[in-house]
């Protein structure tokens, strides 16, 4: 069964610091990755994907994610984060093939708090 | 172009009480899930729809839930005898076609507070 796990619940950052939030998937082939971020009052807007090839994949808002198959993880980076970015972050899993489903699989999510 | 809608926004009701959630999938897509949401945890899967029919529904955690979606637009997820537990963030999601490939698009939610 697929499973996502994001170890850091809360994270807490300076504005114009670097951010990674970490996510671990344990899936039995080459999963489907994604990023989701979700504001206050707001749905859930996807940041990137993975499906295959380059294992950096490039998001909207300055966001970035590399897969390490040899890890199991798909680790969100950002090089200055700005206020505007504190939110909740998903990281979710889905199948690559349709005998398995067609759902996400979401981690619990990592809150992310922006000080001055 | 207009996205995923949902209505309510919020929904308090009694134990017990029946409930509907609606939602209204970006034009043009076929696929449509459902999600919930509580508190401090990620969406969890509910019912997934390929047009008019629920192509998999194994996320419903029992009878009391049902959802349909009719002319393969607007879908409908029901309670019945709703129970404290039942308290959560219900997510809707279109895309345009079915298979984690294709973009799901999320509407901002329904939260139900069963009292």
């Known amino acids: 069964a697929q499973s996502v796990t994001q170890p850091d619940i809360h994270i807490t950052v300076s504005e114009g610091a670097s951010l990674e939030l970490r996510c671990n998937y344990s899936y039995g082939a080459t999963p489907y990755l994604f990023w989701y971020v979700q504001s206050p009052g707001q749905g859930l807007q996807l940041l990137l994907k993975?499906?295959?090839?380059?294992?950096l994949v490039q998001g909207i808002k300055g966001f970035e994610a590399e897969f390490k198959r040899s890890q199991s993880s798909f680790n969100l980076r950002k090089p200055s984060v700005h206020w505007s970015d504190a939110a909740e972050y998903f990281c979710?899993?889905?199948?690559?093939?349709?005998?398995?489903?067609?759902?996400?699989?979401f981690g619990k999510g990592t809150s992310l708090l922006v000080t001055p | 172009g207009a996205g995923v809608s949902q209505t309510p926004s919020n929904k308090v009701t009694e134990k017990g009480k029946y409930v509907e959630l609606r939602c209204d999938p970006i034009?043009?897509?076929?696929?449509l899930y459902w999600y919930r949401q509580s508190l401090g945890q990620g969406p969890e899967f509910l019912i997934y729809?390929?047009?008019?029919?629920?192509?998999?529904d194994s996320g419903l955690p029992n009878d009391r839930f049902f959802a349909v979606r009719p002319e393969g637009s607007v879908s409908t997820l029901k309670i019945q005898r709703t129970e404290r537990g039942d308290s959560a963030v219900y997510l809707c999601a279109s895309s345009l076609a079915g298979g984690t490939a294709y973009e799901q698009y999320f509407g901002p939610g329904t939260r139900l507070t069963v009292t």
């Open positions: 729809f390929q047009g008019t029919g629920a192509a998999d």
């Open positions: 979710a899993v889905g199948a690559s093939n349709s005998n398995s489903g067609y759902a996400l699989n």
């Open positions: 034009s043009g897509h076929t696929a």
């Open positions: 993975y499906f295959s090839g380059d294992t």
